[in-house]
C-alpha cells in the first residue's frame, strides 16, 4: 500500500510504557533538528515534552522492570546459539548490545532519582496545571531565563533527561527488538470485525491499512485474545461508526 498508515497497539503495561517513552523521544529528536531558529515557543514546547518524558522515565520501579525484561531476553537469545542456521554475527551483535544495557542500568543510582528539577523548570512544571498560568506575569523569573541565554537554556532543559539516558536507550532497543520479531500477513476484517484467537502471548500488533479507505482501527484484549474493529471517519462533529465493509489490512504480530 503506497498510502500505508502502521497503527501499533501494546498487549501489555510495560510494551505500552515503552511506546509511551518512545513516541516522546521521537517527537524531542523530531524538534532538535532544528534548534538554530527556536522561537520562545519552540523552547516551551520542548520543556514540556522533557518534563513529560522524565516523568515516564523517573519512576523508580521500572528501571528493576527493564533490567528484569533485559535479563529474560538474554536468557532467550543464549538458547538460539544451537538453533541451525542462525546467523551468529547478528545474535552476537544483539547480545552486546543486551549486556551493555543491562550495565548501564545497573549504573543508575539512587541520586539519579532525587535529584531535582532546577529551580526555573520546577516553577515552570508546578503552573502547567493552571490554564494560561506560563506566562511572564506569572513566571518572570522563567522569562527572564529563557531569553537571557538560549544555548544555555537549551542545554538545561536537556539536561533534566542525562541521569536518565539509559532507560530510554534500553526501551528503544527492546522495541526495535519487538518489531523486528513480527512476520507480516494480509488478512480481511469482514463487516469490520476481526477476532485474533491464537495464544502466542504476543506483546505488540501492527496494524497496516490504506488510507484512501477512511478507516481506522480499534483494539481491545490482552496477550492471549484480541479484538479489532474497524471504524468509519465522517465528521468532525460525529461518532465515528463501525464499518460494515470487509476491511482488508496487513497484520504484523510481534513477541520475543
Not at 528493576?64 to 554475527?89: A, D, G, Q, Y
Not at 502547567?128 to 541565554?149: C, I, M, R
Not at 485474533?196 to 491499512?209: P, Q
Request: charged share 20%; hydrophobic share 35%; net charge positive.
Amino acid at each position: 500500500m503506497t498510502d500505508q498508515f502502521n497503527y501499533e497497539y501494546p498487549l501489555g503495561k510495560f510494551i505500552r510504557s515503552c511506546l509511551k517513552i518512545d513516541r516522546l523521544q521521537t517527537l524531542l529528536v523530531s524538534g532538535l533538528s532544528s534548534t538554530s531558529c527556536f522561537t520562545e515557543i519552540d523552547y516551551r514546547n520542548l520543556l514540556i515534552r522533557v518534563l513529560e518524558l522524565r516523568s515516564l522515565v523517573s519512576r523508580p520501579e521500572l528501571k528493576n522492570e527493564l533490567i528484569t525484561e533485559i535479563e529474560k531476553r538474554l536468557v532467550r537469545f543464549n538458547m538460539l546459539r544451537n538453533v541451525p542456521h542462525i546467523n551468529k554475527s547478528v545474535l552476537d551483535t544483539t547480545l552486546q548490545h543486551l549486556n551493555r544495557s543491562l550495565q548501564e542500568l545497573k549504573s543508575i543510582t539512587a541520586d539519579n532519582y532525587a535529584q531535582p528539577l532546577p529551580y526555573i523548570i520546577d516553577s515552570y512544571q508546578q503552573r502547567t496545571s493552571v490554564p494560561g498560568g506560563q506566562f511572564e506575569f506569572d513566571l518572570p523569573a522563567f522569562q527572564h531565563w529563557l531569553y537571557k541565554n538560549k544555548e544555555q537554556c537549551h542545554k538545561e532543559i536537556l539536561h533534566v533527561l542525562s541521569g536518565f539516558n539509559p532507560i530510554i536507550d534500553t526501551m528503544q532497543l527492546l522495541l526495535n527488538l519487538l518489531r523486528q520479531s513480527g512476520t507480516v500477513r494480509s488478512t480481511t476484517a469482514d463487516n469490520g470485525i476481526f477476532e485474533l484467537t491464537e495464544n502466542n502471548n504476543y506483546e505488540l500488533i501492527v496494524i497496516g491499512i490504506s488510507q484512501s479507505l477512511n478507516v481506522y482501527p480499534e483494539v481491545s484484549g490482552s496477550k492471549h485474545r484480541v479484538f479489532i474493529r474497524f471504524l468509519e471517519f465522517t465528521d468532525v462533529q460525529k461518532k465515528p461508526q463501525q464499518t460494515g465493509r470487509n476491511i482488508h489490512f496487513l497484520l504484523t504480530c510481534c513477541k520475543t
